[in-house]
């Protein structure tokens, strides 16, 4: 068996997620109670619908993370090109396509 830092914490799953609390309905998830639904029936709706979107949205992260490529090293080959200076000033003159 495996012994980790985890081990202490209890997991479960009940097969009643909702309940019923202060005249309104609510159903349990990790992330916390949500609510409150109007009826039973609704917060079972919104149980299945939370379900979805978590299964959803988990199977989209792990499809971006194949799809994410490996980060290449981006090259750049320089070119130098001597400066030309007019003969009359203290100005360097650049060729033409350096401001392209």
Known sequence: MRHDDHSDKRY???????????????FAAREGDQGPF???????????RF?????????FQRQRERKRAPARPVTVE?????????????????????FL
Do not use: C, Q
């Open 38 to 48: 109007p009826s039973h029936t609704e917060a079972e709706r919104e149980v299945d």
């Open 12 to 26: 479960f799953r009940s097969p009643e997620r909702v309940f019923h609390m202060n005249g309104a309905w609510f």
């Open 51 to 59: 379900i979805l979107e978590k299964t959803e949205l988990g199977s």
């Open 78 to 98: 320089l070119e130098l090109e001597p400066i030309e200076y007019a003969e009359d000033a203290d100005i360097a003159v650049l060729p033409r396509r350096a």
